[in-house]
């Protein structure tokens, strides 16, 4: 029972860490502008696509851990 309890919570640590990312993808996003006056919009852009890509995988990782 206590294994399947560990399970569930680092599941739930996954997910929130995921929109943790994402939350950062966010703040890159609000700098999106600022890159695009100076140049740099396609590094942010690319930053920005790892972000969520990286944060929708922690999502659907902790999701199927907690649904074992």
């Known amino acids: 029972m206590a294994d399947a309890e560990e399970?569930?919570?680092?599941?739930a640590s996954l997910m929130f860490a995921g929109l943790a990312v994402w939350v950062v993808g966010l703040l890159v996003l609000f700098f999106l502008p600022a890159a695009?006056?100076?140049?740099y919009q396609g590094r942010f852009a690319a930053i920005l696509a790892v972000l969520g890509?990286?944060?929708?995988?922690?999502?659907?990782?902790?999701?199927?851990?907690?649904?074992?």
């Open 36 to 39: 695009m006056r100076i140049g």
């Open 7 to 11: 399970r569930r919570e680092a599941g």
């Open 53 to 68: 890509v990286l944060g929708a995988a922690l999502m659907v990782r902790g999701w199927w851990m907690r649904r074992e």
